[in-house]
């Protein structure tokens, strides 16, 4: 069974950082475009991050999180991490990490094969 487990998450001060980890299980992320989204309370789900498969895949983030956040791969630990320093109190959601068997996985969350069971992030004095 292919599964997606994202953990990292918890309680942060405004302005610390974050380092967020998806896990494959049944499924070699190295082969996946892999996405992260969170949902902030009955908000919508959102795009934050995304990089492409392979090795030293591109990246692509969302403007909220641009220049503060780094999406990275670690193929020999089945991983894709998410780091995000100087988090604000809108940083607080549930975050998802999701892949897409394709180069790009794209940031509209439409198309992905497997989605993890998310980890809440907030963000608060």
């Known amino acids: 069974q292919m599964q997606l487990v994202e953990s990292g998450g918890g309680l942060v001060q405004p302005g610390g950082s974050l380092n967020l980890s998806c896990t494959g299980s049944g499924v070699t992320l190295s082969n996946y475009g892999v996405g992260w989204f969170r949902q902030p309370g009955l908000k919508g789900r959102e795009f934050v991050a995304g990089?492409?498969?392979?090795?030293?895949?591109?990246?692509g983030y969302a403007d909220s999180v641009k220049g503060r956040s780094t999406i990275s791969r670690d193929n020999a630990k089945n991983t894709v991490s998410l780091q995000i320093n100087g988090l604000k109190s809108d940083d607080t959601a549930v975050y998802y990490c999701?892949?897409?068997?394709?180069?790009?996985?794209?940031?509209?969350?439409?198309?992905?094969?497997?989605w993890g069971q998310g980890t809440q992030v907030t963000v608060s004095s």
């Open positions: 990089i492409s498969w392979g090795i030293g895949g591109t990246t």
């Open positions: 999701a892949a897409r068997r394709t180069h790009w996985p794209g940031d509209s969350g439409r198309g992905y094969d497997i």
